[in-house]
C-alpha cells in the first residue's frame, strides 16, 4: 500500500509532555509524530505532519491535503468543541477522518463531550493515550486497504 497520512494536531498541542501530564501524560509532540510514522511505514504509508495553535494554518493544510494525502489524521484539541470551519474544511477534502483524543473527553468537563468533527469522521478514538494514534494508524491502513 502506499500514501500519505496528513496528521494534524491543533491548539496546544505543542506542549505534549509538559501540559497537565497528570491528564495527556509526559510524551511530546515529536514522540507522537515519530509514533505515527514508524506506525504508518509498517504498512507502507508516509506522514505529513502539522500543527498550529492558529485555526486558519490547520484549514490550509487540510485543503492542501486534496493534492497527495489518502487520509487525514487529526486531534483538533479545543477546537473539536468550537470549530464549524475547521469541521467544514474536513469534510470538504472529502478524504477519510479519523479523530484522536489523547484523554477521555467523556470522562471530563461537558463541554468537551462535543464534537464538530465526530459526525464526519470515519471513527474517532479516545482515551488510550498517545497510543490512540497509533490504534488510528492501523485502522486507517485497513480503510485503504479496503
Known amino acids: ?12 498541542l505543542n506542549l505534549l509532555g509538559t501540559r497537565e501530564p497528570h491528564i495527556y501524560g509526559t510524551e511530546t509532540l515529536d514522540d507522537v509524530e515519530a509514533l505515527v510514522t ?8 508516509s506522514v505529513r505532519a502539522v500543527q498550529s495553535n492558529h ?13 497527495d494525502c489518502a487520509a487525514i489524521l487529526i486531534n483538533p484539541g479545543g ?8 469541521r467544514d474544511a474536513l469534510s470538504g477534502v472529502s478524504l477519510p477522518v479519523a479523530e484522536v ?8 468537563e461537558a463541554f ?9 469522521a ?22 485503504l486497504a479496503d
Not at 486558519?56 to 493544510?61: F, K, N, P, Q, S
Open 101 to 108: 483524543h489523547i484523554s477521555n473527553v467523556h470522562a471530563r
Open 112 to 120: 468537551r463531550r462535543h464534537s464538530y468533527v465526530s459526525p464526519i
Open 1 to 12: 500500500m502506499t500514501g500519505q497520512i496528513l496528521l494534524v494536531n491543533g491548539p496546544n
Open 38 to 45: 514508524r506506525t504508518a511505514a509498517d504498512f507502507g504509508l
Open 79 to 86: 477546537l473539536t468543541h468550537t470549530s464549524v470551519v475547521l
Open 55 to 67: 485555526e486558519g494554518e490547520l484549514i490550509d493544510a487540510i485543503h492542501a491535503a486534496r493534492e
Open 122 to 143: 470515519a471513527f474517532v478514538i479516545a482515551g488510550c493515550g498517545v497510543q490512540g494514534y497509533e490504534f488510528a494508524v492501523r485502522r486507517i491502513a485497513a480503510l
